[in-house]
């Protein structure tokens, strides 16, 4: 590939590819977000974003840093302090064929917005018998963030995930943020695209074909991260790291973990999560969201509804807790999930049987 | 001279004194003709001597002009509207931008004539030693962000007089809907340094229990509404909370602040609309202060500001100089008084500039000049503005001000030092404050939980009592 390269003989659709010599490369997920976005506004000028200082300031966490410089200031809105009101425009502006990316600052302040999102775009293709569509993506952090209290620590996916007529995606690696968030502009409905501020600065390695500006993840699609045979743990954003590490330490232990990478909230990948519990027969969920009525407890419906002669175990389900986010730093740790509690969830699933469970 | 107004069947009477002005200048301000002289002033309730001070320059025309104006009108709800033949749209804005209130020039120098509410020496000491206070306490909290002592932080720099003058025209009955930038109005109400700096600690002492972010004050006892993040909330809020203080007959009203940013939520248009329909004793106080983060003002609206879209919705409204506290004293003093004496809403638009960072996430060097911090910081700084009138006056001094800032330091670095020591709530402080009595889970996980800590004493923070 490489010889390839250096002969300048690259297919076009490969010409991000020239900037990177090995297929090893680096990314960090903020890069992942900011080049998918500069991509799809290449390729399609009727993408255009919109939200509350995207364009001068780069946006509050410089997602779209360098893109006013480039595509302009009618492609790049900054708005005033609405959400209704920008969330409606884009929904508007989505009806009559351009394709908006909206951002909020984060998703809590989706809340002001929230009829244009359930109400308008999640309804109006069913409404219209198919005469309308919204191709529009609501993005931004969602979910906690480190030491920013209640108002702002709010995870959405379960609130969005319940919604026909949306599609939530929520990204967890560079791959994952590129390849979504591609598939997201692309696609003709509206998309919930659930960002995690934490992830933003991390790194992740990338291949060529990540890469290429072609790229794009199907949605509805969860990715097995790491297969195993022992327990299947489910996560997604964040969480998708935490329930790695935890693969690891239950590997050393004699447990084989198998991690699924949600990826797609809404359509959920029942299939691909029911197929990995048939195998290993024992599942744990893991969100950072409440507990009631969350993706967790969406997730141990579909296996009870469609594999439950397959489990070993009582569905184990770690959340955060059911307290609004405390601010005080020793309280938000514990009211988040930890990389140790998947390792004691998954153990209590692998050293139960159902009879003792039964019996309890 | 009064006019009866009836406005759902209660009778309101306004007092006009308007006559002198209105001989000179009656189509500039399109006041309507003088009413009949009243008769029986002996019954008028004492307020109405007070509300000689104010003067609103758009009072309806009555339907005889209309109809000396107009051929026609048409008898729509809401009442007459007349007829003209000159297609006319009105424009964007008018050519004039509505003119600012101001008592004391950049100088601190008594602008004349000027209909200002007086203040007294103690009162105007008073004031100013706050709003040394509120600075004092802004430049070392955000030191102690800086220093990681604390998480988070936000000055009110260049707004001490919209937060102190307000603060010091309202009754402490007066209940206050803040957003995020006037911890003034709670430092005059009594709220301790040593309280502020519990709250940013978030220690036991904290009124809060730790459970919010540092600046999110609030406090029953001080009438202060807890600050809420989310932008613009506390608008329609306040005026449910005035539509209370209505229902009970309290002779007082909400108020409540906002900023330029605010005023593009859908909540703070449906805020005043509800307040003139409901007629709410409500006292919006706006602190266009240019930026909201990075985003300048002509990019949040195109109006005239914030004071011409009263009228819009029904509202009486005043633009006044945000940086003279002795205009702002003046506006929100007056304005209170027509809230509760006429049971309406009043919006004040008080310009004034946002001379810190948004916030300690942010740098505002990013996004506008120096040079423009800098003229607001040193030439139109409304404590050095208010220091000379008080200076002038004979009422303060060099060495007064030295050993101000001295003590208020000093008690800043005391609270400091006693909220950091502090112990941080108590464990039984996570099940309390939801249900009268714990229900039988909380207080089965309360046992659990003292278990496991008597369990592993080591893994249990020394600082948070058992
Ligand atoms: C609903 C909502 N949207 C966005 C934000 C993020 N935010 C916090 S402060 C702020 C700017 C507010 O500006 P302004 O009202 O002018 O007040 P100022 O900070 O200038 O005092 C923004 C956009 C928020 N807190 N809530």
Redesign the pocket.
Same mark, same amino acid.
């Given at each position: 590939m490489l010889g390839v390269i250096r002969n300048k003989t690259i297919r076009p659709s490969f010409s991000a590819f020239r900037f990177f010599s090995s297929s090893a490369k680096q990314m960090t997920v903020r890069d992942a977000l900011n080049s998918a976005l500069d991509e799809e506004m290449s390729a399609d000028s009727k993408v255009f974003l919109m939200g509350? +200082?995207v364009g001068e300031y780069q946006g509050a966490y410089k997602i779209t840093k360098g893109l006013l410089e480039k595509y302009g200031p009618e492609r790049v809105l900054d708005t005033p !302090?609405t959400?209704a009101g920008f969330t409606g425009i884009g929904v508007g502006a989505a009806y009559y064929g351009l394709k908006p990316v909206v951002e909020f600052?984060t998703f @809590?302040?989706s809340m =002001?917005a929230i009829d244009h999102i359930i109400n308008s775009a999640a309804k109006s293709n069913y409404m219209s018998a198919g005469q309308i569509s919204v191709p529009i993506v609501f993005r931004g952090p969602n979910g906690a963030a480190a030491g920013v209290g209640a108002q702002h620590s709010h995870c959405y996916a379960s609130w969005y995930g319940s919604c026909p007529g949306l599609k939530v995606l929520a990204p967890y690696s560079a791959e994952d943020a590129r390849g979504l968030l591609k598939a997201a502009i692309r696609d003709p409905d509206p998309v919930v695209f659930l960002e995690n501020e934490l992830l933003y600065g991390e790194s992740f390695p990338v291949s060529a074909e990540v890469l290429d500006s072609s790229f794009c993840l199907p949605i509805g699609k969860a990715k097995i991260e790491r297969e195993g045979k022992d327990v299947t743990i489910t996560a997604f954003s964040k969480m998708v790291g935490f329930a790695l590490k935890a693969a690891e330490i239950l590997e050393k232990e004699g447990i084989s973990a198998e991690v699924i990478n949600l990826r797609s909230i809404r359509p959920l990948d029942r299939p691909t999560i029911n197929a990995s519990v048939r195998k290993t027969n024992r599942l744990v969920t893991v969100e950072e969201g409440f507990p009631q009525h969350g993706v967790g407890a969406e997730i141990c419906t579909s296996v009870i509804e469609e594999s439950f002669g397959y489990l070993d175990a009582p569905v184990e389900r770690i959340a955060g807790a059911d307290v609004p986010m405390p601010y005080a730093a020793n309280l938000e740790r514990l009211a988040v999930p930890h990389v140790e509690d998947i390792v004691r969830a998954a153990k209590r699933a692998c050293h139960r049987s159902v009879p003792l469970a039964a019996a309890a | 001279m009064a006019t009866l107004l009836f406005r759902n069947s209660r009778a309101f009477l306004l007092l006009h004194n308007h006559q002198h002005l209105q001989n000179k200048l009656p189509f500039l301000l399109g006041i309507r003709s003088p009413s009949p002289p009243c008769s029986n002033s002996h019954f008028l309730p004492s307020f109405l001597l007070s509300s000689l001070r104010y003067e609103s320059t758009k009072a309806q025309p009555q339907l005889e002009d209309l109809q000396h104006h107009h051929h026609q009108v048409i008898d729509f709800p809401g009442g007459k509207v007349g007829f003209t033949s000159e297609m006319r749209f009105i424009s964007d804005t008018s050519h004039i931008r509505v003119p600012c209130y101001r008592v004391l020039d950049d100088d601190g120098e008594l602008v004349k004539p000027t209909n200002q509410v007086q203040v007294s020496k103690e009162l105007a000491v008073r004031m100013h030693s706050e709003m040394v206070t509120l600075q004092t306490m802004d430049s070392i909290f955000y030191e102690l962000q800086r220093q990681g002592r604390i998480s988070f932080y936000l000055t009110t720099s260049g707004?001490e007089a919209v937060n102190i003058a307000s603060a010091a025209a309202l009754s402490s009955h007066d209940v206050i809907l803040p =957003?995020?930038?006037e911890p003034g109005v709670l430092l005059w109400r009594g709220f301790t340094l040593q309280q502020f700096a519990h709250q940013c600690f978030g220690n036991t002492n904290d009124f809060g229990k730790g459970r919010q972010m540092p600046i999110h004050y609030g406090s029953n006892k001080h009438n202060y509404f807890t600050v809420s993040?989310?932008?613009?909330?506390q608008l329609p809020q306040a005026v449910g909370a005035a539509y209370s203080l209505k229902m009970d007959g309290k002779s007082a009203c909400a108020v409540t602040f906002?900023?330029?940013?605010?005023?593009s +939520?859908g909540d703070f248009h449906a805020a005043m609309n509800f307040a003139a329909v409901m007629e709410a004793p409500v006292v919006f106080i706006c602190?266009n @202060?240019g930026?909201? !983060?990075s985003?300048p003002v002509e990019e =949040?609206f195109r109006s005239d500001g914030i004071v011409v879209k009263g009228q819009a919705y029904g509202i009486w409204s005043i633009r006044v100089d945000g940086n003279d506290a002795l205009a702002v004293y003046s506006a929100v003093h007056t304005a209170r008084e027509i809230a509760i004496k006429e049971q309406r809403p009043v919006l004040i638009e008080a310009l004034t500039y946002?001379v810190g960072h948004?916030s300690t996430s942010d740098d505002s060097t990013k996004y506008r000049s120096t040079g423009e911090i800098e003229y607001w910081k040193m030439e139109r700084n409304p404590v050095n503005r208010f220091k000379r009138w008080v200076e002038r006056n004979g009422w303060w001094s060099e060495k007064d001000e030295l050993e101000l800032r001295s003590s208020v330091r000093k008690q800043l670095m005391h609270a400091i030092q006693v909220a950091e020591k502090a112990q941080k709530p108590p464990l039984e402080d996570m099940f309390t404050d939801v249900y009268d009595k714990l229900s039988s889970n909380l207080e089965e996980q309360e046992r659990d939980l003292r278990k496991t800590i008597e369990k592993h004493p080591k893994d249990y923070p020394s600082d948070v009592p058992f």
């Open positions: 509350e +200082e !302090i959400e600052m @809590n302040f =002001q | 707004e =957003q995020y930038r993040s989310p932008i613009a909330t906002c900023g330029d940013g605010s005023t +939520e602190r @202060n930026w909201a !983060i985003t =949040q946002r948004h």
